[in-house]
């Protein structure tokens, strides 16, 4: 009784908020991808929080406070628990993009007594997590992680760590992002990694880039014993947490795959797993060219030639950056508890080089399903790779 257990979710996505119907929504094939991108258009903040908190903070850490609250709220948490004993850790690819582009026009037109005092605490990357903390009384270690599209697999398995070492023994943990802003969208369209058509076609031969969304999860972590003595239901388990850097280039992943290999190693040794437990994987699937033959190439690398069924959900819910991790990881407690295995959407002509056990088109019954893996690779070349588990 001393592993890391899950004992509480939350997340707002393009499809649903709430991990029942974020997940309802997985499983019948709903995208949430309008006009090109992928927005939580039904999400509203004062959900969370008070008009006043609202106006005082910015969109990422509305998505994370929900998510965080929700989270919370089905681990019963934090009453009755010490607050020095609970962390949080919340992170984010960039943080505060709304405001930065909101107070830099209104720097540019109205010079300093123009912006907003504040700026700063508005889209500083930690300022999800201290917002979370603040709101629930929380007095443990707290910070923020950055790793681009690692971020929220890198915040959950950080996570798993602190509460190893015996520093905590719980964590809210997860990633958020909200990016949905010209300046961002026109910098990844420069890049050229964005879909040009404004479709998401993960592992497609007609693939050409992914395309934006928003959004946050949150996951309560907390040392088994701790969650078995307080009479919390256990919902799954982080059993393994593997990172690695590809140290090769600052936004394409390496040719050879080599970080993505040694990060889902790591995680499979950490867990005590071997590569034929493996009964699902939940790829980083975002749609590029790149991305997706690479990844493939190190998914049979890892796991062998005739490997578990794989899908992605970039394709409903976008890519959401320092989300994705998070959001994923929560997809695949979700298809352990459930039995069932998400479809990748928009999947119709598999590239000959992805070449896999690939789910499209239709969930994939798995009652027997105990072990997932989680992959998620970020710009900077920084991988990170959770294994889950059943209750």
Known sequence: MDGVVVTGRGVVSAVGQGADAFFDALLSGKGGVEEGVAPCADFDPESAMTPKEARRADRFTHLALAAALEAAQEAGMPDGIDPRRIGVLVGTGVGGLGTMQRETETWL????????????????????????????????????????????????????????????????????????TGLCLAAFRRMGALSREGVARPFDERRDGFVMGEGAAVLVLEREEHARARGAQVLGRILGYG?????????????????????????????????????????????????????????????????????????????????????????????????????????????????????????????????????????????????????
């Open 243 to 391: 990172a690695s850097n590809d140290a090769f280039h600052i936004t394409q992943p390496d040719e050879n795959g080599r970080g993505a290999q040694d990060a889902m190693r790591a995680a499979l040794q950490d867990a005590g797993a071997a590569p034929q437990d493996v009964g699902y994987v939940n790829a980083h699937g975002t749609g590029t060219p790149f991305n997706d033959r690479i990844e493939t190439g190190a998914i049979r690398e890892v796991l062998g030639e005739d490997g578990p069924p794989v899908s992605s959900c970039k394709a409903a819910v976008g890519h959401t950056l320092g989300a994705a991790g998070a959001i994923e990881a929560l997809a695949c407690i979700e298809a352990i508890r459930r039995g069932a295995i998400p479809p990748t959407l928009n999947l119709e002509q598999v590239d000959p080089e992805c070449e896999a056990d690939h789910v499209a088109g239709a969930p994939r019954e798995a009652p027997d399903l105990e072990l997932a893996l989680s992959n998620s690779f970020g710009f900077g070349g920084q991988n990170a790779c959770l294994v889950v588990g059943a209750a």
């Open 109 to 180: 037109a109205e010079g300093d007594r123009g912006v907003s005092p504040m700026f700063v605490p508005m889209m500083m990357p930690n300022a999800a997590a201290g917002v979370v903390a603040m709101k629930l009384g929380i007095h443990g270690p707290g910070f923020s992680v950055a790793s681009a599209c690692a971020t929220g697999a890198h915040a959950i398995g950080e996570a798993k760590r602190m509460i190893e070492r015996g520093e905590v023994d719980a964590v809210i943990a997860g990633g958020t992002e909200a990016a949905l």
